[in-house]
């Protein structure tokens, strides 16, 4: 992939003691080529590593940690997407440069590695020289005539494309280098949320933030154990008696309904990241997931993040591909996971089916309460209301409470109503409602359906406040409750809205009756 040939050319990068790695991707002036460049401050080559960084099957790095320790990473990455491939590298003010040209080497029928003019390169090298200064070292690495990165299929198209690119590239030096961006130290004890990074990555001019998939830069000095963790240490010998070590680390985090939108974002919260982060040397190599199908995605495992730290004396053992890419767990060790997953799943579960209690008293107070157990349900209802019939505000009459509105039957007037000014909450509640009802029906600004839930109902708090109830369940109540508004709203009309105000206080009263057969939520 793209993001993988990226980050084998930043990761030849950070084997190389580089502090500061810039990329550049850049369309021409008529936009219709895209040039890649890959900039750092690195230990930089002579002219004979160059020419053995260069050659295709070269030797093993002195260093096995990286990606790409076996010689392939940099020209297989290079050439899947361009034709020419330079590096320039500069020790002091010695410069060296090389380039293989797809076209040339077919053209002369042989592997011709060409030694280019190095003042055809003089924005790049200024660039070079900014970033390592006039004595330092280090080396550009330039993709041009790239052809397999974004189909040329006109200007226009090459522009939206380089834009997703981009953030793809982001995302993914994001999570692959996460520990070398915030700090492998910071990452370590907790600190994500301050960076003390070990190496600086821009793209675009813009540096690249660390993901940090264990969710701890959630925790802070007023709330230590919003993500729970635990570390292991596991010692594993392999057929031959030989030992190695390596880590295994538990992060549950907390309820969705406890994180807001920007936490949520930022923990990218989903059924698909779930699961194993699986690091080689602090690389992000697995993330995502759960190898050999250890569980399956549910979402009481959304809460769940699992760390596994190794180095590359367990590449053989955990049957680590050329690419880095794949990793084949031993049985053994599965089974020891399994062992050792299983309190962080218990708990993971039990947070899942925690809900968000509304923490005020009840009372007669007809502000809106702790959205946090809704919030969920007020999203889901945002992205579907479109395909749901919508009715106009006509007036509204703010000091008794009346509404106007206009549906296929006409104007009706609608009491015990209001409009909810600068809002985007659909489902809300207050602390009681008049002759005990459950539900009322308010508007937002824009004439969208709000459905207001009595926290004092009988119902409400057996149902809602229940630590059996699920966000799951509570959401399919909310979109319940909504729709019974929503179709109130769109089919009352003169005659009929004493009707359905009635049947809402007959509901509302059957429901109080039938809720005492559920548990009490206290």
Same mark, same amino acid.
């Given at each position: 992939?793209h &993001?993988?040939?990226?980050?084998d050319?930043v990761?030849?990068?950070?084997?190389a003691?580089a502090?500061?790695?810039a990329l550049?991707?850049e369309?021409?002036?008529f @936009?219709?080529?895209?040039?890649?460049s890959?900039?750092?401050?690195g230990?930089?080559?002579?002219a004979?590593s160059?020419?053995?960084?260069?050659?295709?099957?070269?030797?093993?790095r #002195?260093?096995?940690?990286?990606?790409g320790?076996?010689?392939m990473?940099l !020209?297989?990455?290079?050439?899947?997407?361009?034709r020419?491939?330079?590096?320039?590298s500069k020790? @002091?003010?010695?410069?060296?440069?090389?380039?293989?040209?797809?076209?040339l080497i077919i053209?002369?029928?042989?592997?011709?590695?060409t !030694?280019p003019?190095?003042f055809?390169?003089?924005a790049?090298i200024e660039k070079l020289t &900014?970033?390592?200064?006039t004595?330092?070292?280090g080396?550009?690495? =330039?993709?041009?005539n790239?052809?397999?990165l974004?189909?040329?299929?006109g200007?226009d198209?090459?522009?939206?494309s380089l834009v997703?690119? =981009?953030?793809?590239i982001?995302?993914?030096?994001?999570?692959?280098?996460?520990?070398f $961006?915030?700090?492998r130290?910071?990452?370590?004890?907790?600190l994500?949320a301050?960076p003390s990074?070990d190496?600086?990555?821009e793209?675009n001019?813009e540096p690249?933030k660390?993901?940090?998939?264990?969710? &701890?830069?959630l925790?802070t000095?007023?709330?230590?154990?919003? %993500?729970?963790?635990?570390?292991?240490?596991?010692?594993?010998?392999n057929l031959?008696? *030989?030992?190695?070590r390596?880590?295994l680390?538990?992060?549950v985090? #907390?309820?969705?309904?406890?994180m807001t939108?920007?936490e949520?974002?930022?923990i990218k919260?989903?059924?698909?990241?779930? @699961?194993?982060y699986i690091?080689?040397e602090?690389?992000?190599?697995?993330?995502?997931?759960?190898?050999?199908?250890?569980?399956?995605?549910?979402a009481?495992?959304?809460?769940?993040r699992? /760390?596994?730290?190794?180095d590359h004396?367990?590449?053989?053992t955990?049957?680590?591909d050329?690419r880095?890419?794949? =990793?084949?767990? #031993?049985l053994?060790?599965?089974n020891?996971? *399994?062992k050792?997953?299983?309190?962080w799943?218990? /708990?993971?579960?039990?947070?899942?089916?925690?809900?968000s209690k509304?923490?005020?008293p009840l009372g007669?107070?007809?502000?809106p309460?702790?959205i946090?157990l809704? *919030?969920?349900s007020s999203?889901?209802?945002?992205r579907?209301?479109? !395909?749901s019939?919508? %009715?106009n505000?006509?007036s509204?009459? @703010?000091?008794n409470?009346?509404?106007i509105?206009e549906?296929?039957?006409?104007?009706?007037e609608?009491?015990?109503?209001a409009?909810?000014a600068?809002?985007d909450i659909?489902?809300t509640?207050?602390?009681?409602?008049?002759?005990?009802?459950?539900?009322?029906?308010n508007?937002?600004?824009?004439d969208?359906?709000?459905?207001?839930?009595?926290?004092?109902?009988?119902?409400?708090?057996?149902?809602?406040?229940?630590?059996e109830?699920?966000?799951?369940?509570i959401q399919?109540?909310d979109?319940?409750f909504?729709? $019974?508004?929503?179709?109130? $709203?769109?089919?009352?009309?003169?005659?009929?809205?004493?009707?359905?105000?009635?049947?809402?206080?007959?509901?509302s009263d059957?429901?109080?009756? $039938?809720a005492? /057969?559920?548990p009490?939520?206290?």
């Amino acid at each position: 992939s793209h &993001q993988a040939a990226f980050a084998d050319i930043v990761d030849n990068s950070i084997a190389a003691e580089a502090s500061h790695v810039a990329l550049d991707i850049e369309e021409s002036i008529f @936009g219709n080529e895209i040039t890649v460049s890959f900039f750092d401050n690195g230990n930089g080559m002579d002219a004979v590593s160059i020419k053995e960084a260069m050659r295709y099957g070269s030797e093993k790095r #002195p260093s096995p940690k990286s990606l790409g320790k076996f010689g392939m990473g940099l !020209k297989t990455a290079s050439t899947a997407f361009c034709r020419k491939l330079t590096v320039i590298s500069k020790q @002091g003010l010695a410069i060296e440069a090389r380039c293989w040209d797809v076209d040339l080497i077919i053209e002369c029928d042989d592997w011709v590695l060409t !030694k280019p003019d190095v003042f055809d390169y003089a924005a790049q090298i200024e660039k070079l020289t &900014q970033i390592t200064g006039t004595d330092g070292s280090g080396t550009v690495v =330039i993709w041009e005539n790239v052809d397999r990165l974004i189909n040329s299929s006109g200007t226009d198209y090459i522009r939206e494309s380089l834009v997703t690119l =981009i953030e793809e590239i982001r995302d993914h030096l994001a999570g692959t280098f996460g520990k070398f $961006l915030i700090g492998r130290e910071a990452f370590r004890h907790g600190l994500s949320a301050e960076p003390s990074p070990d190496v600086i990555i821009e793209l675009n001019g813009e540096p690249i933030k660390g993901w940090d998939p264990t969710g &701890q830069f959630l925790n802070t000095v007023e709330e230590p154990d919003r %993500v729970i963790s635990e570390k292991k240490v596991h010692v594993f010998s392999n057929l031959q008696g *030989k030992s190695s070590r390596f880590e295994l680390n538990g992060y549950v985090l #907390p309820n969705k309904n406890k994180m807001t939108d920007e936490e949520l974002a930022a923990i990218k919260f989903s059924n698909d990241n779930q @699961g194993f982060y699986i690091y080689r040397e602090d690389r992000l190599i697995f993330g995502g997931g759960w190898p050999h199908r250890l569980f399956s995605q549910d979402a009481h495992l959304n809460l769940l993040r699992v /760390e596994l730290n190794f180095d590359h004396n367990l590449d053989d053992t955990f049957e680590i591909d050329i690419r880095k890419s794949k =990793i084949n767990l #031993p049985l053994k060790i599965r089974n020891e996971f *399994k062992k050792a997953l299983a309190p962080w799943r218990n /708990e993971a579960s039990r947070r899942y089916r925690q809900n968000s209690k509304v923490h005020r008293p009840l009372g007669t107070s007809d502000e809106p309460a702790d959205i946090n157990l809704h *919030k969920d349900s007020s999203r889901a209802i945002k992205r579907q209301r479109d !395909k749901s019939t919508k %009715v106009n505000v006509v007036s509204v009459d @703010g000091q008794n409470s009346r509404i106007i509105i206009e549906n296929r039957f006409g104007e009706t007037e609608i009491n015990r109503a209001a409009v909810v000014a600068g809002t985007d909450i659909l489902v809300t509640t207050v602390a009681s409602l008049e002759g005990g009802m459950l539900w009322k029906i308010n508007m937002t600004e824009d004439d969208q359906t709000v459905v207001v839930l009595n926290e004092g109902h009988e119902f409400y708090r057996r149902f809602y406040l229940s630590t059996e109830a699920s966000p799951v369940l509570i959401q399919a109540m909310d979109s319940l409750f909504w729709a $019974l508004a929503n179709a109130e $709203l769109n089919s009352i009309s003169d005659i009929s809205k004493n009707n359905f105000e009635e049947l809402r206080f007959s509901l509302s009263d059957s429901l109080r009756h $039938l809720a005492s /057969e559920l548990p009490d939520a206290d």
